[in-house]
């Protein structure tokens, strides 16, 4: 059973570009989070999506910052017009379902630098 | 919010016992205390959960104070694998809380 696979894992763009960034969740759970790790800070909640739905956005920026989780294929993070504050690692998280013994299990990020 | 207070850094011998403490004086009787840790250039990895009694699993023990306000995590013989960035993480039954509010959390280095 693979963990959590995030691509790219490395991912360099120019400002004003658009970053893309997938992850599958394992198999078998339909509930995905994204978190965002800005270099020396903590992880911060950026979204919770389920299939097709998102539950909470609460976390993420208001613009060029969006996020779905369709019925077939990867979660996908978009970022419209990157600027250098958005370099950062982004995680995904996915869980089979919610509640206090529910472990939420992480890809390895996608470190996005813009340059 | 209820949080959690860290120290921000522990150092620990190969093959001895590390006691990572963790102060969450805010608790209410609802808030579950988890433990992720984050080893470099990795994501989270979930290290074990309770609520009022201690627990045990294959990579640590948890043990919460009688009144609740701290805890303590225990890595009973520390590897070199173990340096990583532990966060102790308090979660709210009542709002079946999916979001995991990550602190500073405690960066342990374990000498050879």
């Known amino acids: 059973n693979a963990g959590v696979m995030q691509n790219p894992r490395h991912l360099v763009r120019r400002r004003g570009q658009e970053a893309r960034l997938r992850c599958s969740p394992m198999?078998?759970?339909?509930?995905v989070y994204w978190y965002r790790q800005l270099p020396e800070e903590g992880l911060k909640f950026m979204v919770y999506l389920q299939k097709e739905n998102i539950i909470d956005e609460s976390g993420m920026p208001k613009e060029r910052f969006s996020a779905e989780f369709p019925k077939e294929g990867p979660s996908i993070l978009r970022i419209q017009q990157v600027v250098r504050g958005d370099s950062a690692a982004y995680f995904c998280?996915?869980?089979?379902?919610?509640?206090?013994?529910?472990?939420?299990?992480f890809g390895q990020g996608t470190r996005l630098t813009v340059v | 919010d209820a949080k959690t207070t860290q120290p921000n850094s522990m150092e620990s011998n190969e093959e001895e016992p590390v006691h990572l403490p963790c102060n969450h004086s805010t608790i209410s009787g609802t808030d579950y205390i988890h433990w992720y840790r984050q080893l470099p250039s990795q994501g989270p990895e979930y290290v074990i959960h309770g609520l009022t009694s201690n627990v045990n699993n294959r990579m640590a023990s948890l043990a919460i104070a009688e009144d609740r306000k701290s805890s303590t995590l225990i890595l009973h013989r520390a590897t070199l694998r173990d340096a990583a960035v532990y966060y102790c993480i308090l979660r709210d039954v009542r709002s079946n809380d999916y979001k995991l509010s990550f602190g500073a959390g405690t960066t342990v280095t374990v000498r050879a």
């Open positions: 198999k078998g759970h339909s509930h």
């Open positions: 998280a996915s869980s089979p379902n919610v509640g206090m013994n529910t472990e939420a299990f």
